[in-house]
């Protein structure tokens, strides 16, 4: 099965474009956003600060025992990207994703650095992206400043930086419906 790996800012469309994308070719998804908000909610929860004790929260961290509302609240939106900067908490988790993409024998994978760091190998690599306005009105709880202070901080952290790929096919989504994008993502695989 094939690994294709979707980047993209937030609000690009990255986790509904990979779910339907999965859907489409019976592959299983890798919403590795959700690793990173599973481990600032904890983090939030617990007051865990940054640091060996959040990397550890990291590498033992279980997604699924947070309901998804909890994943998406405003504290959580705020804390992800300083979160996933961490980059003991990147080492901690860059392995898991890539243990469940090989367990399931290939899969989407999305996020911010799966074309570059996660699986530089990808058989597709995407990029989407979308205006700020159209990101901030698809997110619904962030204004277009809070979108562009997410795409700084997600652009300039350290460890794994938001940057398409050399190698990804970078798609507008400003305007387009899902499936446009799943059509032309799907034409693209070999």
């Not at 859907?23 to 299983?28: I, M, P, Q, V």
């Not at 690793?35 to 940054?50: Q, S, T």
Request: negative net charge; aromatic residues 2%.
């Amino acid at each position: 099965m094939p690994v294709i790996a979707i980047d993209g800012p937030v609000g690009s469309g990255k986790s509904t474009v990979a779910r339907a994308v999965a859907d489409r070719l019976g592959l299983a998804v890798l919403e590795t956003g959700a690793m990173y908000r599973a481990v600032a909610a904890l983090a939030l929860r617990d007051g865990i600060p940054p640091g060996p004790a959040l990397a550890a929260c990291a590498a033992e961290v279980d997604v699924d025992a947070f309901d998804p509302a909890e994943l998406r609240t405003p504290a959580v939106n705020r804390a992800v990207s300083a979160v996933a900067a961490e980059p003991a908490v990147r080492a901690a988790l860059v392995p898991r994703q890539r243990a469940w993409i090989e367990a399931r024998g290939g899969g989407v994978a999305e996020g911010r650095d799966m074309g570059t760091v996660v699986f530089p190998d990808a058989d597709l690599k995407i990029f989407l992206t979308a205006t700020a306005g159209e990101r901030a009105r698809r997110r619904g709880d962030e204004d277009p400043a809070g979108v562009a202070r997410r795409d700084h901080l997600d652009a300039t952290r350290a460890a794994s930086p938001l940057v398409a790929a050399e190698d990804a096919v970078v798609i507008d989504t400003t305007g387009l419906s899902v499936e446009e994008i799943v059509v032309r993502i799907v034409g693209l695989l070999p």
